[in-house]
């Protein structure tokens, strides 16, 4: 009875409506069973003339009679009970079979619905599931999902819209605030020197939330899914530009570099300038998130059914439940992990999103050995022998 209540809808609907026909046919078994137990059966009996018999023949004859009436009594009611038992037996799997069967056929809309609401996600909120057919309870309920996607599409939207926005106006103020630090710096006369080393830091504050700032724009951008410049790009290619940009980075804090395993062979359909700047944050973050000679592995490799971005480096035995949490944006592992303040908290979550906007995904993994692997999986477009020129 657990399993039955614990069970799918349809295993309910099967057990309800294979009970109401086994009913039926319980009580259609019962009524004639009922009805013939009032029938008389007569059986013809070949006897004398009642002239010729005594009276002690005649009762003799009667008994005679009596008894083989009981007998036949008997025998139809042994095959009544038969028939009966053997009806109930297939009314039970018609039943069964005919109550699933009408399950299945009523609970088809609701698993249509299912499935199409199970494909529709934040990044394809536009899709609704349109189910026809008459004004009746599952419309109903399709429309109501239908509107409820709708006004969650309005809201993504509106934040997306406002993230851009806001981020857009606030670079006018920036720029007008260093404009103001370098017309105060290039005064003739003599600066205090306490003026010099505080426009550095305000300049140190603004650059960095300048790159704040122009991380929103693409995280919004991306999360939009405007990908206008798409085009097939070397995956290795673009790793090695990002890393070779890097080198000053990498040579200040005396890191090893293994880039062995990067190919200019992986190729990857998207846009030019967000996979540029998926590959520039992951390797930062290797950067920025190491110690002083530590390492860095990098692999641009594909198995012909996806591409593969791999970036290793060592450190100490970080827990994978934070590490998981690192695509969303703002989070990061603490001071423990950084050894600085630097850093945004967005690097992953954008890699994240662009990766999501191209079909592909990211997976941060805590090495068991300590330190941190990230894999950012896009869609191949070919494994190519020789790069074209």
Same mark, same amino acid.
Do not use: C
């Given at each position: 009875?657990?399993?039955?209540?614990?069970?799918?809808?349809?295993?309910?609907?099967?057990?309800?409506?294979?009970? $109401?026909?086994?009913?039926?046919?319980?009580?259609?078994?019962?009524?004639?069973? $009922?009805?013939?137990?009032?029938?008389?059966?007569?059986?013809? *009996?070949?006897?004398? &003339? *009642?002239?010729?018999?005594?009276?002690?023949?005649?009762?003799?004859?009667?008994?005679? $009679?009596?008894?083989?009436?009981?007998?036949?009594? =008997?025998?139809?009611?042994?095959?009544?009970?038969?028939?009966?038992?053997?009806?109930?037996?297939?009314?039970?799997?018609?039943?069964?079979?005919?109550?699933?069967?009408?399950?299945?056929?009523?609970?088809?809309?609701?698993? !249509?619905?299912?499935?199409?609401?199970?494909?529709? @996600?934040?990044?394809?909120?536009?899709?609704?599931?349109?189910?026809? %057919? &008459? =004004? #009746?309870?599952?419309?109903?309920?399709?429309? !109501?999902?239908? #509107?409820?996607?709708?006004?969650?599409?309005?809201?993504? #939207?509106?934040?997306?819209?406002?993230?851009?926005?806001?981020?857009?106006?606030?670079?006018?103020?920036?720029?007008?605030?260093?404009?103001?630090?370098?017309?105060?710096?290039?005064?003739?006369?003599?600066?205090?020197?306490?003026?010099?080393?505080?426009?550095?830091?305000?300049?140190?504050?603004?650059?960095?939330?300048?790159?704040?700032?122009?991380?929103?724009? *693409?995280?919004?951008?991306?999360?939009?899914?405007?990908?206008?410049?798409?085009?097939?790009?070397?995956?290795?290619?673009?790793?090695?530009?990002?890393?070779?940009?890097?080198?000053?980075?990498?040579?200040?804090?005396?890191?090893?570099?293994?880039? /062995?395993?990067?190919?200019?062979?992986?190729?990857?359909? %998207?846009?030019?300038?967000?996979?540029?700047?998926?590959?520039?944050?992951?390797?930062?973050?290797?950067? !920025?998130?190491?110690?002083?000679?530590?390492?860095?592995?990098?692999?641009?490799? @594909?198995?012909?059914?996806?591409?593969?971005?791999?970036?290793?480096?060592?450190?100490?035995?970080?827990?994978?439940?934070?590490?998981?949490?690192?695509?969303?944006?703002?989070?990061?592992? /603490?001071?423990?992990?950084?050894?600085?303040? #630097?850093?945004?908290?967005?690097?992953?979550?954008?890699?994240?999103?662009?990766?999501?906007?191209? /079909?592909?995904?990211?997976? &941060?993994?805590?090495?068991?050995?300590?330190?941190?692997?990230? !894999?950012?999986?896009?869609?191949?477009? @070919?494994?190519?022998?020789?790069?074209?020129?």
């Amino acid at each position: 009875m657990r399993k039955l209540r614990d069970g799918t809808v349809r295993l309910r609907f099967t057990a309800l409506y294979g009970a $109401l026909f086994l009913l039926s046919g319980i009580g259609l078994l019962a009524i004639t069973n $009922l009805v013939s137990l009032g029938t008389r059966v007569t059986s013809p *009996v070949g006897t004398a &003339p *009642v002239e010729r018999l005594t009276p002690g023949a005649a009762q003799e004859l009667i008994a005679r $009679l009596q008894s083989q009436l009981s007998e036949v009594q =008997a025998l139809q009611s042994r095959q009544l009970l038969i028939g009966s038992a053997v009806a109930l037996a297939v009314m039970a799997v018609v039943s069964i079979v005919l109550g699933r069967m009408v399950a299945g056929r009523v609970l088809r809309p609701l698993r !249509t619905i299912t499935a199409a609401t199970r494909r529709i @996600s934040a990044d394809n909120l536009h899709e609704r599931l349109a189910v026809p %057919g &008459p =004004a #009746d309870e599952v419309k109903d309920l399709a429309d !109501t999902i239908d #509107d409820l996607l709708e006004r969650l599409e309005g809201s993504f #939207d509106a934040q997306r819209r406002f993230v851009a926005n806001a981020s857009h106006e606030l670079r006018t103020p920036l720029a007008t605030m260093r404009a103001s630090l370098d017309v105060a710096l290039a005064k003739p006369e003599p600066v205090p020197a306490q003026t010099v080393v505080l426009s550095e830091r305000l300049r140190t504050e603004l650059d960095r939330v300048d790159r704040l700032l122009e991380g929103f724009l *693409v995280l919004a951008r991306t999360q939009h899914g405007a990908l206008a410049d798409r085009a097939e790009v070397s995956l290795g290619r673009t790793v090695s530009a990002a890393l070779a940009a890097r080198a000053a980075g990498i040579t200040a804090r005396n890191l090893t570099v293994h880039d /062995g395993d990067v190919h200019d062979s992986v190729w990857t359909w %998207g846009s030019r300038t967000l996979l540029s700047r998926l590959a520039e944050n992951v390797i930062d973050n290797a950067i !920025t998130h190491n110690h002083d000679g530590g390492w860095i592995r990098l692999s641009a490799t @594909s198995d012909g059914a996806t591409a593969l971005l791999v970036v290793e480096t060592g450190g100490p035995v970080l827990d994978q439940e934070q590490v998981a949490r690192l695509a969303q944006p703002f989070e990061r592992l /603490g001071t423990d992990r950084t050894g600085s303040g #630097d850093g945004s908290g967005l690097g992953l979550s954008i890699v994240a999103a662009i990766a999501t906007a191209h /079909g592909g995904g990211l997976e &941060p993994r805590a090495r068991p050995d300590g330190g941190l692997r990230v !894999t950012v999986s896009l869609p191949p477009t @070919s494994v190519r022998a020789e790069a074209p020129a």
